[in-house]
């Protein structure tokens, strides 16, 4: 590396890393903002909110490093160009692009890293913070009793204190029991009381001095009923003892989020589009299917085959079906031999008389019992044979019956009648019964009922299946989007290296002031350009891939165009750059009128 390498790329470390943290530490209070409400006066430790903001800074950086690249490249370049050092290094001979190499192999570098980072490190510490935001989210809030309001924290009771000394000691307290869910029935208060906490903070205990407890029971409905039942209980202590898990952190197990594809990396996204792939296939399947059994004449002739391409994929998934079923059997059934193999020592245990001893000199028939030699309490084997006898005789006697037939064929045409096809053509008599029969028995209105019926039972079919298809290839554009977007969040560090690198050798500015402002608007246009193509994405609008990587397409041009004015010195964000161009436009204007003139 030679000591320009060194210069530039040295120059170019420490900004990237100071812009790194500090827009980082900018994305991390935005996201934390959003769950405020939710995570904090919960009363947690301060590891599992050390924990919660660790994942947050993993799970936003992807976000964080186009900016950062962007703005530190700037700062870099408008540094270089402020203190002269840029010119210097233009004209010792050496170009804008060499200029920029070693920044450039470092961001490639830098891209492959987000890439694998967000490939494998973002999916698990993804998992792992939903499933702790969830926690959090689930937990009740701090324990916190108040003078004069009515605390409801405590499942199952409605405490109110109307002065509280310290941390633990209570005057005229009122508590109201929930646990039955018969409303304000019952009713305790005490003068004073105590609370403590015991067991490691899984129960608290509530110790109640000189107080009444009031009891109704629940009047039911009725206009001759009885007085209900009331109970007056006074004491001078009472010791009541509150649960308090609900107000523990309890992890819940990790898997319950593998069906997100935020947490999954690109073979298992790969593997959701197929069994989505295989979901709409399936209902595609279905939609004929149900039309052909709707409408029974139409297939009667003709069969309402499905298309090429869905019968393809169908043969394909049913096999794959089969074979996981095969497997699975396979498995269960060597699981089960294990569990019924017998056990060598309790079979020389038994009685040689109740073993089956098989003879190599003895006839190779095999010997079956006869069934009368069956017990008269097998009945149920008594009635498989009787039927199966009865079967045999019905059989000879329907041959005994076609023999009969055979042996005497005159006498049987002679008794049948013969049946002459009519060819003429009906009558107006004929013709009036039969509309007669069918206008007059409603043969023609039932038809049409019916025909309406399987008519709107198909559309109603037609239209629910089109619902879930319609959510099915939605999740599987998401599915796309969140595939493509391990590519180009990555590769907006490039593209961002690409605009800020030549503005600042534009810009010539270093410093905080003109470079923050230019990231700044970059940054907004990138997000808002991705929003935008994720959004037509997810609607449909437009391919996933293409919508994905939209922002980086539009915005490319602009780092090549900036990149191209740098290397000519392009006096782009100067007024009197604007002026002579404003000055050569209006000398030309003026020329052609003279000419047309």
């Known amino acids: 590396m030679k000591k320009i390498d060194k210069l530039i790329l040295g120059s170019f470390i420490g900004p990237f890393l100071l812009t790194f943290v500090v827009v980082d530490f900018i994305l991390l209070i935005v996201n934390m903002l959003k769950y405020f409400d939710e995570i904090f006066g ?5 590891w599992i909110y050390a924990e919660l903001i660790g994942y947050f800074v993993v799970s936003i950086s992807p976000m964080a490093l186009p900016l950062a690249v962007l703005l530190s490249s700037l700062m870099t370049f408008g540094n270089l160009g402020e203190h002269f050092e840029l010119t210097a290094i233009k004209s010792s001979g050496i170009s804008l692009v060499r200029a ?28 792992k913070t939903f499933s702790l935001l969830y926690d959090i989210r689930m937990k009740s809030p701090a324990l916190d009793i108040r003078e004069g309001i009515f605390y409801a924290g405590i499942p199952g009771y409605s405490i109110k204190v109307n002065q509280k000394i310290g941390d633990n000691d209570l005057k005229d307290i009122i508590i109201y029991n929930h646990n039955d869910a018969l409303g304000n029935l019952d009713v305790t208060i005490a003068d004073s009381g105590r609370m403590e906490k015991f067991f490691n903070e899984n129960y608290m205990r509530l110790t109640l001095y000189k107080g009444t407890n009031y009891k109704e029971a629940r009047a039911t409905r009725g206009i001759s009923e009885k007085p209900v039942e009331f109970n007056r209980t006074t004491f001078d202590e009472n010791v009541i003892i509150f649960d308090m898990d609900a107000f523990q952190l309890s992890r819940t197990p990790e898997d319950l989020w593998s069906t997100n594809r935020a947490i999954k990396n690109i073979s298992e996204i790969k593997v959701g589009l197929d069994s989505i792939s295989t979901l709409v296939n399936d209902e595609q399947f279905q939609n004929y299917r149900t039309a052909s059994s709707i409408y029974p004449f139409f297939t009667r002739d003709r069969n309402l085959d499905p298309l090429d391409n869905i019968m393809e994929r169908k043969a394909e998934d049913d096999s794959l079906r089969v074979q996981k079923a095969r497997k699975n059997r396979k498995l269960a059934d060597s699981l089960e031999n294990l569990k019924n193999k017998p056990d060598t020592s309790t079979i020389l245990a038994t009685k040689p008389e109740s073993r089956l001893e098989f003879k190599p000199d003895s006839s190779k028939t095999l010997s079956v019992r006869n069934s009368s030699s069956v017990s008269k309490s097998d009945s149920l084997f008594q009635a498989k044979v009787s039927n199966r006898k009865i079967q045999r005789r019905n059989l000879e006697n329907i041959e005994l019956d076609a023999e009969e037939l055979v042996e005497n064929p005159q006498e049987d045409i002679q008794e049948q009648p013969i049946k002459i096809r009519r060819t003429d053509p009906l009558t107006e008599e004929e013709k009036a019964k039969i509309d007669s ?35 099915h290839q939605k999740e599987f554009r998401r599915y796309e989007i969140a595939w493509y977007q391990k590519y180009t969040q990555a590769f907006a560090c490039f593209v961002m290296f690409l605009i800020g690198a030549p503005l600042g050798a534009i810009i010539k500015k270093g410093g905080l002031g ?8 970059f940054f907004i246009v990138y997000y808002m350009l991705t929003i935008t193509g994720e959004k037509w994405a997810k609607e449909g609008v437009t391919d996933p891939f293409l919508g994905t990587w939209f922002s980086c397409l539009m ?38 009128r003279t000419v047309h003139s």
């Not at 919960?42 to 301060?46: A, E, N, P, R, W």
């Open 100 to 127: 920029l190499r070693p920044i450039a192999i470092f961001t490639v570098f830098l891209v492959i890293a987000a890439f694998l980072s967000n490939n494998f490190l973002v999916p698990k510490v993804n998992l």
């Open 42 to 46: 919960k009363g947690l430790g301060f």
């Open 514 to 521: 003109m470079p923050v402002l230019v990231s700044i608007i």
């Open 555 to 592: 915005l490319l041009p602009f780092g090549l165009f900036f990149l191209k004015q740098a290397r000519k010195d392009a006096r782009l964000f100067e007024p009197d750059f604007y002026i002579e161009w404003w000055k050569g436009v209006r000398k030309r204007f003026k020329e052609k």
């Open 437 to 471: 029969v069918v206008f007059k028995k409603g043969y023609q209105s039932n038809a049409l009922t019916m025909a309406l019926n399987n008519a709107r039972s198909l559309k109603n079919n037609f239209n629910i299946k089109k619902i879930q298809i319609e959510n």
